[in-house]
């Protein structure tokens, strides 16, 4: 079979979405002959081939982790002509906009079956924005209607849509999509987290551990905050960077600094062959975010073991009950947060049996599994290709522009924003 994937971002770039697309892609070469289109970390378009998968990076322009492709009628024309030489089977995009959309455009006018896989919650798609500069903006585009009717017109050009979990079924479905959709949640390599070792759980030292960027969703503030509030021999370990909103970057450095909160550390951003030794360092996982569809953050810390003591959203109301950590209302506070890692932390006889309980959970996110079940859906559409309809494309290419080019206008504000905050 030959596949070709969509990713809104390099590699190694950006938060779960990207790194699915990717690693999809590489897991599928094994089998099959893929392609993968992304923008570019350089100015010129670059084609790299890894054995049976090919990367195809298309020149684009970036502010912080937002890459938008420098596309005109030329690199357009350009790209799918190189899609046709390919000749794929399948299309399938983790993104909306840009690449996503002209990848649907050539799916549709060439019979392909078209596949994209939802990150986000249509309708409430304003959570998912990075920081304070962008969230108004994206609340007024969202609110407009204009998002909501460029969203449908693509959502209606897919072949299937593929959900992450029922949460994300249920939204897809509310969002007014009567289409076609599975439910495959987000693959995992597990092999890289199920031979860790779990550290002593009566070490004077306590470390919890959060992965992920620095940023306003992710509410990194919060896990600083209820550390003031926690015994001096709990360390909470941040691995992660500030991908786009610096001021609120330095209002977290700003605040250990001056609560003199030395057993917070920031680790930036590492490796993600680092993320496995932080994880069997940690006694538990914590996490803050209140807007999250299948954190792989998450999935990870449950694969390695570990505990998690997690604020409510649609990944952990999914995941994480007393049997494997703690969930918490959205409304807690962070000292309410704190008190809830000592009261597990005083409870050590059902430490281990937590671990194990987090361990079993996270073999549904095998990639073997996931892969079988996204290969078995492929399968049941290659005879059933969607007809040509160049005036519902040509309505999507349109709103298309218009929503990448407000992408790119949020990003140039973020950035200029940060650039002021530096000054």
């Known amino acids: 079979m030959k596949i070709v994937y969509a990713a ?3 590699e190694n770039i950006g938060g779960g979405e990207t790194k699915v697309a990717f690693d999809m892609a590489r897991r599928m070469a094994k089998d099959h002959e893929v392609l ?20 195809y990076g298309v020149r684009s322009v970036s502010n912080g982790n937002i890459y938008t492709p420098k596309l005109d009628i030329g690199e357009i024309r350009k790209l799918k002509r190189y899609i046709t030489r390919f000749d794929p089977d399948i299309a399938h995009s983790h993104t909306i906009i840009w690449l996503g959309q002209i990848l649907q455009d050539w799916a549709i006018k060439h019979g392909t079956p078209f596949f994209y896989t939802t990150h986000i919650l249509p309708s409430k798609a304003a959570e998912w924005t990075e920081n304070d500069s962008t969230k108004s903006v994206a609340k007024k585009f969202t609110d407009s209607g204009l998002f909501k009717d460029y969203i449908k017109s693509f959502y209606n050009s897919c072949s299937i849509i593929i959900t ?54 992710k509410r990194t503030h919060f896990l600083v905050e209820s550390m003031a509030h926690l015994p001096s021999n709990y360390h909470l370990y941040i691995a992660g ?17 001056k609560h003199k909160l030395d057993n917070v550390h920031l680790l930036g951003k590492l490796p993600y062959e680092e993320i496995p030794k932080q994880l069997e360092k940690a006694h538990y996982f914590v996490f803050a975010s209140k807007a999250e569809v299948q954190s792989l953050s998450i999935i990870e810390a449950l694969a390695a073991g570990k505990p998690v003591v997690a604020i409510e959203n ?59 079940q996204t290969v ?44 002021r905050s530096r000054n």
Do not use: W
């Open 8 to 10: 809104s971002r390099p």
């Open 36 to 55: 993968i289109l992304h923008p570019s970390q350089h100015d010129d378009t670059l084609i790299e081939k890894e054995g049976n998968l090919t990367k």
């Open 164 to 217: 992450l979990n029922d949460e994300s079924h249920d939204d897809l479905k509310r969002f007014g999509y009567k289409g076609e959709s599975y439910i495959i949640p987000n693959g995992l390599s597990l092999e890289l987290f199920r031979d860790l070792e779990q550290p002593d759980p009566e070490e004077d030292e306590v470390r919890l551990l959060y992965t992920g960027s620095i940023s306003k969703r």
């Open 241 to 257: 960077g500030v991908d786009v909103d610096i001021a609120y970057g330095n209002s977290v450095k700003n605040y250990i600094k």
């Open 314 to 372: 649609q990944t952990s109301r999914e995941l994480i009950n007393d049997s494997n950590g703690k969930l918490l209302p959205a409304e807690t506070t962070p000292e309410h947060f704190a008190e809830a890692v000592v009261e597990m932390h005083s409870n050590l006889e059902e430490y281990s049996q937590r671990c194990k309980n987090a361990k079993e959970l996270a073999n549904m996110f095998d990639y073997d599994t996931v892969i079988n």
């Open 376 to 419: 078995d859906a492929y399968s049941r559409h290659l005879e059933d290709a969607p007809n040509s309809n160049s005036s519902a494309t040509s309505k999507v290419f349109a709103a298309a522009f218009i929503a990448g080019t407000l992408g790119l206008y949020l990003g140039v504000k973020a950035y200029k924003k940060a650039k």
